[in-house]
């Protein structure tokens, strides 16, 4: 039986990732993406549950742990009152994963362990290796792939496009990328100094206030020294130069906790935030998977952990069609499936997410903390909320347990 050839394009987490998986299921992998280099701009940090009993699979998990921190809880908190609203403790899951935790490890360090995985395993690896064009038969899928401005086809059995919201692989099958984007923008500011020192917080934190929500967030940093990360929207009309400048920066900041000097601001970022999902995860053999086929807001870190998802649930069903003999059908299964539940517990949370943060009218917003602060002290609710937002119940409901 001849070995199916699987071509991923982009390096990203959820390529890496679904690369890994694809070569220890025996697949023939290549992994290609259009950057010269692993992306090291501060992005997702936040993995779940679910996504760590993933990298487990992997076999990336001591290492992914290592390179971050373990975050068992996370709170709410009323800005407008410097006051803490809720606390979520995971560990009411301990019966429901084995890893009843988060743990914050930046993308990038799970791309750049995966890739060196991926390249003692002998998987070819290719930065700055851009797919142009691609033309499918019955058969397999011929990739146009450029490489130092040489383009070269290339005959593959399968295709995965994981390369980003704004995917040349879905471009290139003109799938509809449907929904819609915010008119503030978000602005990430990383800090050295210790939030948790001086407001008493965890690690994960989400600040509601109807006039300028907050999340803070700590990381390992690249030095392993800790940083935070706080996230505040912009206004509508607020431009890019005034959100980043270090008036306003610190004027934010100063907002969530005032102190007596200026913030060590190690690192600024903005950026515009869609709620999109592709109109299709699959078009004959090419699938979409991660940014490439769905974002969203960041509040609740859903993104990168349900496109980790995506990666194993495709190679899964690749595996049964190309290995045991299923029916291609399943890969229509994996497509309609995988929409399905990003709607249902991606972009409907991630919004009402959202909303509940940055809501205005007084007696909602008070209902929503009061809801919030309930849930928390209730061990059966509390467990219940803990299961849908750290994916636990997407899982299942993928596995058709739920």
Same mark, same amino acid.
Request: net charge negative.
């Given at each position: 039986?001849?070995?199916?050839?699987?071509?991923?394009?982009?390096?990203?987490?959820?390529?890496?990732?679904?690369?890994?998986?694809?070569? /220890?299921?025996?697949?023939?992998?290549?992994?290609?993406?259009? =950057?010269?280099?692993? +992306?090291?701009?501060?992005?997702?940090?936040? &993995?779940?549950?679910?996504?760590?009993?993933?990298?487990?699979?992997?076999?990336?998990?001591?290492?992914?742990?290592?390179?971050?921190?373990?975050?068992?809880?996370?709170?709410?908190?009323? @800005?407008?009152?410097?006051?803490?609203?809720?606390?979520?403790?995971?560990?009411?899951?301990? +019966?429901?994963?084995?890893?009843?935790?988060?743990?914050?490890?930046?993308? #990038?360090?799970? $791309?750049?362990?995966?890739?060196?995985?991926?390249?003692?395993?002998?998987?070819?690896?290719?930065?700055?290796? =851009? *797919?142009?064009?691609?033309?499918?038969?019955?058969? !397999?899928?011929?990739?146009?792939?450029?490489?130092?401005?040489?383009?070269?086809?290339?005959?593959?059995?399968?295709?995965?496009? =994981?390369?980003?919201?704004?995917?040349?692989?879905?471009?290139?099958?003109?799938?509809?990328?449907?929904?819609? &984007?915010?008119?503030?923008?978000?602005?990430?500011?990383?800090?050295?100094?210790?939030?948790?020192?001086?407001?008493?917080?965890?690690?994960?934190?989400?600040?509601?206030?109807?006039?300028?929500?907050?999340?803070?967030?700590?990381?390992?940093?690249? +030095?392993?020294?800790?940083?935070?990360?706080? *996230?505040?929207?912009?206004?509508?009309?607020?431009?890019?130069?005034?959100?980043?400048?270090?008036?306003?920066?610190?004027?934010?900041?100063?907002? *969530?906790?005032?102190?007596?000097?200026?913030?060590?601001?190690? #690192?600024?970022?903005?950026?515009?935030? #869609?709620?999109?999902?592709?109109?299709?995860?699959?078009?004959?053999?090419?699938?979409?998977?991660? +940014?490439?086929?769905?974002?969203?807001?960041?509040?609740?870190?859903?993104?990168?952990?349900? !496109?980790?998802?995506?990666?194993?649930?495709?190679?899964?069903?690749?595996?049964?069609?190309?290995?045991?003999?299923?029916?291609? $059908?399943?890969?229509?299964?994996?497509?309609?499936?995988?929409?399905?539940?990003?709607?249902?517990?991606?972009?409907?949370?991630?919004?009402?997410?959202?909303?509940?943060?940055?809501?205005?009218?007084?007696?909602?917003? /008070?209902?929503?903390?009061?809801?919030?602060?309930?849930?928390?002290?209730?061990?059966? @609710?509390? @467990?219940?909320?803990?299961?849908?937002?750290?994916?636990?119940?997407?899982?299942?409901?993928?596995?058709?347990?739920?």
């Amino acid at each position: 039986m001849k070995t199916p050839s699987l071509l991923i394009a982009g390096a990203g987490p959820v390529g890496v990732v679904a690369a890994l998986a694809a070569a /220890q299921a025996g697949f023939d992998v290549q992994l290609v993406d259009a =950057a010269t280099e692993i +992306d090291t701009n501060p992005r997702a940090a936040t &993995t779940h549950p679910s996504t760590l009993e993933m990298i487990a699979r992997v076999g990336l998990i001591e290492r992914f742990t290592r390179e971050g921190l373990v975050a068992r809880d996370f709170q709410f908190w009323d @800005r407008t009152k410097h006051e803490k609203i809720a606390t979520f403790d995971h560990s009411v899951l301990k +019966d429901d994963t084995a890893f009843p935790y988060v743990v914050q490890t930046e993308q #990038h360090k799970l $791309a750049r362990m995966g890739v060196e995985k991926l390249e003692e395993m002998g998987v070819s690896v290719r930065f700055g290796t =851009a *797919v142009t064009d691609l033309a499918q038969d019955a058969d !397999g899928v011929t990739v146009q792939l450029e490489t130092a401005g040489e383009t070269a086809p290339q005959r593959f059995d399968w295709v995965i496009g =994981a390369d980003g919201g704004r995917s040349t692989v879905r471009k290139l099958l003109d799938i509809e990328f449907e929904g819609f &984007t915010w008119p503030e923008r978000f602005v990430v500011l990383t800090v050295l100094d210790d939030f948790e020192a001086m407001m008493g917080c965890c690690y994960r934190n989400y600040l509601a206030a109807p006039d300028e929500w907050a999340n803070l967030f700590k990381v390992a940093g690249n +030095d392993y020294q800790g940083r935070w990360r706080a *996230v505040f929207p912009t206004g509508v009309d607020e431009t890019d130069e005034t959100a980043l400048s270090d008036e306003v920066a610190q004027t934010r900041l100063h907002r *969530v906790h005032p102190q007596g000097r200026d913030y060590n601001i190690v #690192h600024r970022n903005i950026y515009r935030v #869609h709620q999109r999902v592709a109109a299709s995860f699959r078009k004959g053999r090419v699938l979409l998977a991660g +940014d490439a086929a769905h974002v969203n807001n960041p509040i609740g870190g859903l993104g990168l952990n349900f !496109g980790i998802h995506d990666a194993m649930h495709a190679i899964d069903a690749l595996k049964t069609v190309t290995m045991e003999g299923a029916d291609d $059908a399943l890969l229509d299964q994996y497509a309609e499936r995988r929409r399905l539940l990003n709607v249902e517990f991606v972009q409907e949370q991630t919004v009402a997410n959202k909303k509940r943060l940055e809501e205005k009218d007084p007696a909602a917003r /008070q209902a929503a903390l009061d809801n919030l602060r309930d849930m928390a002290a209730d061990p059966v @609710r509390a @467990r219940q909320f803990l299961l849908r937002s750290s994916l636990i119940n997407s899982v299942r409901k993928a596995q058709g347990l739920q």
